[in-house]
């Protein structure tokens, strides 16, 4: 997701530094009559338009799809692992430290003092998941665990002075 | 019917409360710039400060950058806006002196008191410190934010006073009459239009900000004074995107007054600029969510509204007011100097900013990416490059000693050390968002730190950059209060 988030941003910036440089180079010698190169401008706009529409909102449509706040279905079926989370300034407080791979785990997250965010990182450094950590609330991550492995959890809101060094793992391996 | 022949305007020259605003602007500035270049150096292991001062840093810079952002808009805004309704100078004064006393307050609390919580000042946070700063000093950081909003209250509540008297209402300032009826042509002028939309959301957001804070001070002495933290979060959010985002429309007003200027070219308040203005006065409103989207507890269709928002709100940035810059410059003769450069270079700044930004409000893209440096890479792009640039181009605006002055060669160095320091810096951010660097880190894993490197010899290039600017500036502040031909009019007209 991170890959396709930086593609597509570069693309569009691009395109945008494209047109910008365009009419640039393009600014130099004067057309006097505007009424026209308006009327030009306004019916290109038009068509911009439409071409950014066109692919904005299905985009916008497509992306609601899979959104992280309902469970996935997963091949392999069966009754969620749960983990249940607890942030405190500065340590992650969890009643279990180790699910199996590829079976469903809800991992329940809260506070028991400020805002935290549980962000879980894969062996390769990739944030593949996140819930703020918030008191009074708690906010629920449905995964899967793809392979087996020591995924590390990192702190994602600000917290205080041991903010980056409120760190825990969760073990994926069969038991 | 709009038509499109230019009617030259005369350049007028800034009052002194507006050269106030701009001096105190490039001194904090400055000093805040400098501030994140301790923060990324830290991060790249280039000094060693410690968490605490990294922390007590990181606070002064998000305070102080959105607070100096929003003074050097309003100066911006309150120079052309009066040239159009009849402002009250005292207001205008007594909003630099609240800041002020709101700094100083923000700076003790901070400074003195140890204060670290961000700017964000998320509940619980502030009170709830382990003993790392007191009840005072967060009451104290608190306060100073309220004086401050207090300071921009009093000031959006004469600016609607005075749209109101001039125009017969908001809505007539938003120029709705001619949105909905027949276009006479008669709408109020961009500047007019932007300045009401800023009014509204900003007043609305202030008395949302103030309200929150209030409640979190009340809170730090009376502790069975319970605050619902997702609440509070919605509220500071609100507040927050708010006020941000209206900095970047009073400043764009410098781009609605002083291009036209520059091409001889009306910048017309017509159906298609009018419907873009008061559909970012709503989008700007509800948009909001895009920051909790992580906050799984909010009802699920308010998410979804700011993942939708999001995409919309990025129509009025690139097919209006982006590509209406172009339209303007397109084939104009324009002459190019320092501020039509940073004038120009400004609306590419803002749309290309916008871009990681609405993605980065994808639901499932912020999913794995909330919270990490993308998004300072996103909003310092077009904050940046976009409404830092708007500001500095007034400044060569008003300091141009006449129109046909040239820009030495250091002026023109610095402009394009701007550019490209700001989108090496930028881009930096935004690589190590891609590669899930996570935000507000004092330290940072052996991972992360090349980029934080790269980031900061770009981030010294564009403070060297900014350094001109802002000698520029103040080695011409005579010029600036007196009214004279400043903007070079565009090539055939001239010649």
Same mark, same amino acid.
């Given at each position: 997701?991170?890959?396709?988030?930086?593609?597509?941003?570069?693309?569009?910036? *691009?395109?945008?530094?494209?047109?910008?440089?365009?009419?640039?180079?393009?600014?130099?010698?004067?057309?006097?009559?505007?009424?026209?190169?308006?009327?030009?401008?306004?019916? $290109?706009?038009?068509?911009?338009?439409?071409?950014?529409?066109?692919?904005?909102?299905?985009?916008?449509? @497509?992306?609601?799809?899979?959104?992280?706040?309902?469970?996935?279905?997963?091949?392999?079926?069966?009754?969620?692992?749960?983990?249940?989370?607890?942030? +405190?300034?500065?340590?992650?407080?969890? %009643?279990?430290?180790?699910?199996?791979?590829?079976?469903?785990?809800?991992?329940?997250?809260?506070?028991?003092?400020?805002? +935290?965010?549980?962000?879980?990182?894969?062996?390769?450094?990739?944030?593949?998941?996140?819930?703020?950590?918030?008191?009074?609330?708690?906010?629920?991550?449905?995964?899967?665990?793809?392979?087996?492995?020591?995924?590390?959890?990192?702190?994602?809101?600000?917290?205080?002075?041991? #903010?980056?060094?409120?760190?825990?793992?969760?073990?994926?391996?069969?038991? | 019917?709009?038509?499109?022949?230019?009617?030259?305007?005369? %350049?007028?020259?800034?009052?002194?409360?507006?050269?106030?605003?701009?001096?105190?602007?490039?001194?904090?500035?400055?000093?805040?710039?400098?501030?994140?270049?301790?923060?990324?150096?830290?991060?790249?292991?280039?000094?060693?400060?410690?968490?605490?001062?990294?922390?007590?840093?990181?606070?002064? +810079?998000?305070?102080?950058?959105?607070?100096?952002?929003?003074?050097?808009?309003?100066?911006?805004?309150?120079?052309?806006?009066?040239?159009?309704?009849?402002?009250?100078?005292?207001?205008?004064?007594?909003? /630099?002196?609240?800041?002020?006393?709101?700094?100083?307050?923000? &700076?003790?609390?901070?400074?003195?008191?140890?204060?670290? =919580?961000?700017?964000?000042?998320?509940?619980?946070?502030?009170?709830?410190?382990?003993?790392?700063?007191?009840?005072?000093?967060?009451?104290?950081?608190?306060?100073?934010?309220?004086?401050?909003?207090?300071?921009?209250? &009093?000031?959006?509540?004469?600016?609607?006073?005075?749209?109101?008297?001039?125009?017969?209402? *908001?809505?007539?300032?938003?120029?709705?009459?001619? /949105?909905?009826?027949?276009?006479?042509?008669?709408?109020?002028?961009?500047?007019?239009?932007?300045?009401?939309? !800023?009014?509204?959301?900003?007043?609305?957001?202030?008395?949302?900000?103030?309200?929150?804070? !209030?409640?979190?001070?009340?809170?730090?002495?009376?502790?069975?004074?319970?605050?619902?933290? *997702?609440?509070?979060?919605?509220?500071?959010?609100?507040?927050?995107?708010? $006020?941000?985002? =209206?900095?970047?429309?009073?400043?764009?007003?410098?781009?609605?007054?002083?291009?036209?200027?520059?091409?001889?070219?009306?910048?017309?308040?017509?159906?298609?600029?009018?419907?873009?203005?008061?559909?970012?006065?709503?989008? !700007?409103?509800?948009?909001?969510? #895009?920051?909790?989207?992580?906050?799984?507890?909010?009802?699920?269709?308010?998410?979804?509204?700011?993942?939708?928002?999001?995409?919309?709100?990025?129509?009025?940035?690139?097919?209006?007011?982006? @590509?209406?810059?172009?339209?303007?410059?397109?084939?104009?003769?324009?002459?190019?100097?320092?501020?039509?450069?940073?004038?120009?270079?400004?609306?590419?700044?803002?749309?290309?900013?916008?871009?990681?930004?609405?993605?980065?409000?994808?639901?499932?893209?912020? @999913?794995?990416?909330?919270?990490?440096?993308?998004?300072?890479?996103? $909003?310092?792009?077009?904050?940046? /490059?976009?409404?830092?640039?708007? !500001?500095?181009?007034?400044?060569?605006?008003?300091?141009?000693?006449?129109?046909? =002055?040239?820009?030495?060669?250091?002026?023109? =160095?610095?402009?394009?050390?701007?550019?490209?320091?700001?989108?090496?810096?930028?881009?930096?951010?935004?690589?190590?968002?891609?590669?899930?660097?996570?935000?507000?880190?004092?330290?940072?894993?052996?991972?992360?730190?090349?980029? %934080?490197?790269?980031?900061?010899?770009?981030?010294?290039?564009?403070?060297?950059?900014?350094?001109? $600017?802002?000698?520029?500036?103040?080695?011409? *502040?005579?010029?600036?209060?007196? %009214?004279?031909?400043?903007?070079?009019?565009?090539?055939?007209?001239?010649?």
């Amino acid at each position: 997701m991170q890959e396709t988030a930086w593609q597509v941003s570069l693309v569009l910036m *691009l395109m945008i530094t494209f047109g910008v440089v365009f009419v640039a180079i393009n600014s130099g010698k004067r057309e006097e009559e505007y009424g026209p190169l308006v009327k030009r401008a306004y019916s $290109f706009r038009t068509k911009l338009f439409w071409a950014v529409a066109l692919v904005f909102f299905p985009a916008m449509i @497509y992306n609601l799809m899979g959104l992280p706040y309902s469970p996935k279905a997963v091949a392999s079926s069966g009754p969620a692992q749960v983990i249940n989370v607890t942030g +405190h300034m500065w340590y992650w407080e969890m %009643d279990r430290d180790q699910v199996e791979p590829n079976q469903p785990v809800d991992i329940r997250v809260t506070s028991a003092d400020v805002n +935290h965010g549980f962000g879980i990182y894969d062996s390769d450094l990739r944030l593949i998941a996140q819930a703020q950590a918030m008191p009074g609330y708690t906010n629920v991550i449905h995964i899967t665990f793809p392979k087996e492995g020591t995924y590390r959890v990192l702190c994602m809101e600000y917290c205080g002075v041991a #903010h980056h060094n409120m760190m825990t793992e969760i073990k994926v391996g069969k038991s | 019917m709009a038509t499109y022949t230019y009617t030259p305007v005369p %350049d007028q020259g800034a009052k002194a409360g507006v050269l106030a605003y701009l001096v105190i602007s490039c001194v904090v500035l400055l000093l805040m710039m400098l501030f994140g270049l301790l923060m990324r150096m830290e991060q790249a292991q280039m000094i060693s400060i410690g968490a605490l001062w990294f922390y007590k840093i990181m606070t002064l +810079h998000g305070a102080g950058m959105v607070g100096i952002v929003a003074l050097a808009g309003a100066a911006i805004m309150w120079h052309f806006l009066r040239q159009y309704v009849d402002l009250s100078t005292g207001i205008f004064m007594a909003n /630099l002196i609240l800041f002020l006393t709101g700094v100083v307050m923000i &700076l003790a609390s901070v400074l003195l008191g140890d204060f670290h =919580a961000a700017w964000t000042f998320l509940f619980p946070l502030p009170t709830t410190s382990m003993g790392m700063w007191s009840p005072g000093a967060a009451a104290l950081f608190m306060g100073g934010l309220l004086v401050i909003g207090v300071g921009f209250v &009093l000031l959006h509540l004469d600016i609607a006073r005075a749209i109101i008297s001039r125009y017969g209402g *908001l809505g007539r300032g938003l120029g709705w009459p001619q /949105l909905f009826g027949p276009d006479d042509g008669n709408a109020p002028p961009p500047a007019v239009v932007a300045s009401t939309m !800023v009014t509204i959301v900003n007043l609305i957001g202030l008395v949302v900000g103030a309200s929150i804070l !209030v409640m979190m001070l009340i809170n730090v002495y009376v502790p069975t004074f319970e605050i619902d933290a *997702l609440l509070a979060k919605g509220m500071i959010y609100f507040f927050g995107h708010v $006020f941000i985002n =209206a900095v970047i429309y009073m400043a764009v007003i410098a781009v609605y007054e002083i291009l036209p200027r520059y091409t001889q070219r009306p910048w017309k308040s017509n159906k298609v600029f009018l419907a873009s203005w008061t559909a970012s006065t709503i989008m !700007v409103m509800f948009i909001f969510p #895009h920051h909790l989207l992580m906050d799984y507890a909010y009802p699920k269709w308010f998410l979804i509204m700011g993942h939708i928002i999001g995409y919309l709100n990025t129509f009025p940035i690139l097919i209006v007011t982006g @590509y209406g810059a172009m339209m303007i410059v397109y084939r104009s003769g324009i002459r190019w100097d320092m501020c039509s450069r940073l004038l120009f270079v400004s609306l590419f700044g803002w749309a290309v900013g916008a871009m990681p930004a609405f993605i980065d409000g994808t639901i499932t893209v912020n @999913y794995v990416m909330h919270n990490t440096l993308w998004v300072p890479g996103h $909003f310092h792009t077009y904050l940046l /490059l976009g409404m830092v640039a708007m !500001v500095f181009g007034f400044m060569y605006y008003l300091g141009k000693p006449n129109e046909n =002055a040239p820009d030495s060669a250091l002026d023109v =160095a610095a402009f394009w050390g701007f550019v490209i320091g700001t989108m090496g810096f930028t881009m930096s951010f935004l690589y190590s968002g891609k590669i899930s660097a996570a935000r507000r880190y004092a330290e940072h894993l052996p991972e992360w730190v090349p980029y %934080d490197k790269i980031a900061s010899y770009f981030a010294m290039l564009l403070i060297a950059s900014v350094l001109v $600017f802002i000698f520029r500036f103040l080695t011409r *502040l005579g010029l600036a209060s007196r %009214d004279y031909q400043r903007a070079s009019l565009a090539r055939s007209m001239a010649t």
